[in-house]
């Protein structure tokens, strides 16, 4: 079985080294845009928190370039293997949109190399692994389980 902080490791190996893109978003192209661009460019791996990309109805994230999704993933990565807080709830849960919208035509997925595709489909099976029961109280078993099944 997986740690925590093997899965972590692997998510640093492949996506640790990616540069920092200028921008995350469209910035020119609404305020909304800019608006998530300042903040996704006021953060780095170490500086973005949680709370910052937790909500669903405002998560800079949506609007993010898969360039801009790699640069965090280890951070991402790290907020869905932490305990769920009482305000933001489980982060693993938003995280599954990001990896699972579109499907086969999810940019960040055509984006990553087979090996980051590796890293990924990793993490999620050590989530369905060890999260099991957070998972089952999202409701999420069968996306969790499909979404696996698209990165592996």
């Not at 990616?18 to 170490?46: G, I, K, M």
Request: hydrophobic share 40%.
């Amino acid at each position: 079985m997986s740690t925590d902080a093997s899965i972590l490791a692997s998510i640093d190996t492949e996506f640790g080294n990616l540069l920092r893109p200028e921008h995350f978003t469209n910035h020119a192209h609404c305020c909304e845009c800019a608006e998530h661009d300042e903040l996704l460019r006021s953060r780095d791996r170490d500086t973005l928190r949680v709370e910052d990309v937790c909500n669903p109805g405002w998560d800079p994230l949506c609007f993010c370039s898969p360039e801009g999704l790699a640069y965090f993933f280890p951070s991402l990565a790290r907020f869905a293997l932490a305990e769920a807080e009482s305000r933001s709830g489980w982060y693993g849960d938003q995280l599954l949109f990001h990896l699972y919208s579109g499907f086969e035509e999810n940019r960040f997925f055509r984006y990553c190399a087979p090996s980051q595709r590796q890293a990924v489909a990793a993490l999620l099976a050590h989530l369905i692994e060890a999260r099991a029961e957070v998972i089952e109280a999202y409701g999420a078993t069968d996306e969790f389980l499909r979404c696996h099944d698209l990165w592996k």
